[in-house]
Nanobody, 125 residues
Framework: VQLQASGGGLVQAGGSLRLSCAAS????????MGWFRQAPGKERELVAA???????IYEDSVKGRFTISRDNAKKMVYLQMNSLKPEETAVYYC????????????????????WGQGTLVTVSS
């Protein structure tokens, strides 16, 4: 699986961005997909993830503002981000776990085997 993230950019606080992740390969429909972010000097953290069955999980601070979705026919994963905050400035990565079981939505970045190159999101105050 190869992943290509896009959609990052500069946005003012309170604004919105939609990130996209394009996947190639046959395993997409069997993969759990995640969005992670890493700010300078900080560890990579889960933002949101969506399982094979469509169930989703979110990091607590983004609940109600971010929405993850997937389109298996197009092999795409999206992250709609609303009401962005300056502290959410980071490089955002999409990742795939092709070993996930149907009902499981993995949170540990270590179980995701495939990673995109990242897209920078800058939120100005």
């Amino acid at each position: 699986v190869q992943l290509q993230a896009s959609g990052g950019g500069l946005v003012q606080a309170g604004g919105s961005l939609r990130l996209s992740c394009a996947a190639s390969g046959r395993s997409f429909s069997r993969a759990a997909m995640g969005w992670f972010r890493q700010a300078p000097g900080k560890e990579r953290e889960l933002v949101a993830a969506i399982g094979r069955g469509g169930g989703a999980i979110y990091e607590d601070s983004v609940k109600g503002r971010f929405t993850i979705s997937r389109d298996n026919a197009k092999k795409m994963v999206y992250l709609q981000m609303n009401s962005l905050k300056p502290e959410e400035t980071a490089v955002y990565y999409c990742a795939a776990d092709t070993n996930a079981i149907l009902s499981h939505v993995p949170q540990d970045p270590g179980v995701y085997e495939y990673w995109g190159q990242g897209t920078l999101v800058t939120v100005s105050s």
